[in-house]
């Protein structure tokens, strides 16, 4: 099968220029610049005049909550989601039922990615106070990293113990580490007094006072430290705060991520958005939002994922106590991301390098990230000035709803390729459709 996408705006290694694209079964074969014709025979032709060709995004950090959390997403329906807004391939988090902190576990994942997701897939293994010894039994190939909660509620997944953590630092290499950095003795210690000043389940509007800028800090301050200390590979989720920034962008093997959430919203939105908005780390200050986007352009953030945590709605009843953290966010990263280009925080460039090169380079995906010939056939066309308006009945995510409902957004996906297939077409969709497991180093 042959494919030609032609008339295009290609965006790609820090480039925009007006070509083609071909493809040849799974690979792109060449890249023709505007001034030249193809006249060989293609089995598919895309007319992308007034649309953008950027690789598929590669989205390092989402929770599709399979197995044992299925009431809120599964692989089937999130991938879904993920190929409507031009993510091509996922890593999905360990702190699932049961968790991905075995090698059985690990298994049970892949088994689930290849009978369920529609992209591209792979699982970090989580890290614990008592698997370290299971670290040199991975198989590198397979799986981006090690995932580490330094700050987390979530069962035997909180590596609280020095000796744990030194041991996580000094045992993960070749395979880096992702740390969520927050501090628990310091949250723990803010929802008492927050309870004890506004009663058992506070506004959420406290929750950013209550998994404050210190608890974001000063774990990311001893998470940097052990990676130096150990000369580990690091690279820090979800980052929220200024303060956080001067920790990053002098060492090539320390590095963070921002997700679209934190980019796109402040405290502000709160008192529109509730709890809809509510996550771990809090959403924090303008000032600390506009500083991260600042960061996108100078080398302190180095990848943008979206932390996709879907809930059912009657989860996120409550405030600060009660309502869940986590928000579904997939299917619109790209083009929220495209928004802040028209806003003119960054251009459209850097959002390729953000959300499909570094996750390449950093994980070290092989052959996916770029447009290059050779590469995976992975590529999402995208069109400006197109309005539409966030609804339930678009949204895919099992959960029906987002934070962005109601949002009307100025580009638009209008094609998702993954391994060269046609996956997602203007609305339409290729459901028996099954993507590949990713391959690393």
Known sequence: MKTLISNATIVNEGCTSQGSVIICDDRITDIIADSHTPHEHFDHEINASGCFVLPGIIDSHVHFREPGLTHKADIESESRAAAYGGVTSFFDMPNTVPQTTSLEALEQKFALGKAGSHVNYSFFFGATNDNVHLFRQLDVHRIPGIKLFMGSSTGNMLVDRQESLEAVFSTAAPLPVMAHCEDTAIINANMKEAKRLYGDDPDVCHHPE??????????????????????????????????????????????????????????????????LIKCNPAIKTRADRDALRKALLDGRITTIGTDHAPHLLSEKEGGASKAVSGMPMVQFSLVAMLELVDAGVLPIERVVELMCHHPALLFEVRDRGFIRPGYKADLVIVKPHSPWTVDEQCIQSKCKWSPMMGHTFHWQVQHTFCNGLHLYNQGKFFDDYRGEELRFR
């Open 210 to 275: 209550i998994r404050s800028e210190e608890a974001c800090f000063l774990s990311t301050k001893s998470a940097v430290a052990m990676a130096t200390k150990h000369g580990a590979r690091l690279h820090v989720a979800h980052l929220t705060t200024q303060r956080e920034l001067q920790l990053f962008g002098s060492d090539p093997h320390i590095t963070a991520e921002a997700t679209v959430s934190h980019l796109f919203f402040c405290d502000e939105d709160y008192r529109r958005l509730g709890t």
